[in-house]
Nanobody, 126 residues
Framework: QAQPVESGGGSVQSGGSLRLSCAAS????????MGWFRQAPGKEREGVAT???????DYADSVKGRFTVSRDYTKNTVNLQMNSLKPEDTAMYYC????????????????????WGQGTQVTVSS
């Protein structure tokens, strides 16, 4: 069964950095659109960043300039480098993938993604 598997979460102080990784196992096309989403307690899941199969990226306004999404084709992973972390970045972070197709839906279109990981927790303390 195709499922993304996240890793790299943890606890960090405000201003610190973390790097999340998502391994696309199973039948997820290595060039398909993949994205990162997050959900804080009591809030709805929101889009953080997406990376299309042809390299186009999209970021939420709240993370622009601080987060960078990238793909490692040799390992079939998508990474999220998070710098200058803030307490408001605290959330469960999820990796998602489209079954096929290089283009990405808008960050607000969670239903546009077919496969979801179990999530990895990121906690930023002030």
């Amino acid at each position: 069964q195709a499922q993304p598997v996240e890793s790299g979460g943890g606890s960090v102080q405000s201003g610190g950095s973390l790097r999340l990784s998502c391994a696309a196992s199973g039948y997820i096309d290595s060039s398909a659109c993949m994205g990162w989403f997050r959900q804080a307690p009591g809030k709805e899941r929101e889009g953080v960043a997406t990376l299309s199969g042809n390299g186009f990226t999209d970021y939420a306004d709240s993370v622009k300039g601080r987060f960078t999404v990238s793909r490692d084709y040799t390992k079939n992973t998508v990474n999220l480098q998070m710098n200058s972390l803030k307490p408001e970045d605290t959330a469960m972070y999820y990796c998602a993938a489209r079954a096929a197709g290089a283009w990405c839906p808008p960050l607000t279109d969670l239903e546009g993604f077919d496969y979801w990981g179990q999530g990895t927790q990121v906690t930023v303390s002030s």
